[in-house]
């Protein structure tokens, strides 16, 4: 009976969803921008050092200054959730449900088959998009208050180890917050600790359940800005899990609206 309830309400707010295509032209000029700056990279020796990291890489100032800016500037236009949960995460938020009204730029970026058949090559399996309802698929980490951080986790995102991978987009970046990242936690082999700056335009690439990371404290007057995406082997769940995830999502990082009206 409850597993039919979760059904239910799960439906209703991915009902609710009705996200506008992104115009032609927006889409051609993010893959044609995919296209180039993969084509410059020597995918084998990006594979080898994602592999030999516990599956995990950084990619510096990857995308073009030109393209962050312009990212940046419509997320810019949003209304951002403010959250913070004591000891553990404070930064501010827009949901995937409110970029795919207002950034169509984003949007593309996230949904380019470009970089979803890259990723696929990557990883060595086969990665879908998330749910058009799912707030996390797709999302923006704003750290604009001195103090805001986010403490040690791993990315499961609803889904099983090893089945949902991180990818972190720098738009904005003058800051001394710092990510942290532990490799190699889950793997046998010795744990080794990275502490760094994501100047704009830098792409990190990781498995969400294997590498252990977390952000420093941002500093008075600084801010950064991060464009979180995620793709997953197998993005489905039982409607119990779908639910718990939204809930939890809007209870912590985007807030309720964001399931009762998809989005702020």
């Known amino acids: 009976m409850m597993e039919r309830l979760a059904g239910r309400v799960a439906f209703r707010i991915g009902k609710a969803i009705a996200p506008p295509p992104v115009p032609a032209p927006i889409q051609d000029e993010v893959d044609a921008m995919w296209r180039d700056v993969f084509g410059k990279l020597d995918l084998a020796h990006v594979r080898d050092r994602f592999f030999a990291d516990g599956e995990f890489v950084l990619l510096e100032e990857l995308v073009p200054a030109a393209f ?49 058949d890259w990723m696929t090559e990557l990883v060595g399996k086969p990665m879908q998009l998330k749910h058009p309802s799912d707030d996390h698929a797709c999302a923006t980490y704003e750290y604009e208050r001195a103090g805001d951080h986010m403490r040690f986790h791993y990315d499961t995102c609803g889904c099983d180890d090893g089945a949902s991978y991180s990818q972190l987009l720098s738009l904005h970046d003058r800051s001394t917050q710092r990510l942290l990242v532990d490799l190699h936690t889950k793997d046998g082999q010795p744990v080794e600790r990275r502490s760094l700056s994501t100047r704009a335009g830098t792409l990190t690439v990781f498995c969400g359940s294997k590498v252990w990371h977390a952000v420093t404290p941002l500093g008075p007057g600084e801010r950064r800005v991060i464009l979180s995406m995620s793709y997953a082997t197998d993005p ?13 999502d809007a209870m912590i990082y985007f807030g309720p609206a964001s399931l009762l009206r998809g989005g702020r």
């Open 236 to 248: 489905s769940m039982p409607p119990w899990r779908w639910l718990y995830e939204n809930v939890k």
């Open 68 to 116: 962050v800016a312009r990212m940046l500037a419509e997320i810019d236009t949003a209304r951002p959730t403010r959250s913070r949960v004591p000891w553990i995460r404070s930064a501010q938020h827009v949901g995937w449900r409110t970029l795919q009204r207002i950034a169509p730029i984003s949007t593309a970026i996230y949904r380019s088959q470009v970089f979803v």
